[in-house]
Nanobody, 114 residues
Framework: QVQLVESGGGLAQAGGSLRLSCAAS????????MYWYRQAPGRQRELVASISSGGNTNYAGAVKGRFTVSRDNGKNTVYLQMNRLKPEDTAVYYC????????WGKGTLVTVSS
């Protein structure tokens, strides 16, 4: 089974950028659609972006045009490039393989200051 470890979170100023990485162990990585979710304090977890095994991407409206999801199947890694960050992007960001009933990472905290 795939195991996921996120990294790259931290503190950024509004308007800045961060790049999140999600490293996957296991040989089945390439068959999974990969997802990035986030959960802000006091709010429900929400879908941010997804990328299929073939590279098709989808984004939540709140991040479209600012965030870019990509994957490197050779490195078993999925990325989330976050540009023009806003304070409302502050959340714990989770990597997921296979959807809500799939495999979750432990998350990485992103804090955006105004």
């Amino acid at each position: 089974q795939v195991q996921l470890v996120e990294s790259g979170g931290g503190l950024a100023q509004a308007g800045g950028s961060l790049r999140l990485s999600c490293a996957a162990s296991g040989s089945a990585f390439t068959i999974y659609t990969m997802y990035w979710y986030r959960q802000a304090p006091g709010r429900q977890r929400e879908l941010v972006a997804s990328i299929s095994s073939g590279g098709n991407t989808n984004y939540a409206g709140a991040v479209k045009g600012r965030f870019t999801v990509s994957r490197d199947n050779g490195k078993n890694t999925v990325y989330l490039q976050m540009n023009r960050l806003k304070p409302e992007d502050t959340a714990v960001y989770y990597c997921n393989a296979g959807g809500a009933n799939g495999v979750w990472g432990k998350g990485t905290l992103v804090t955006v200051s105004s």
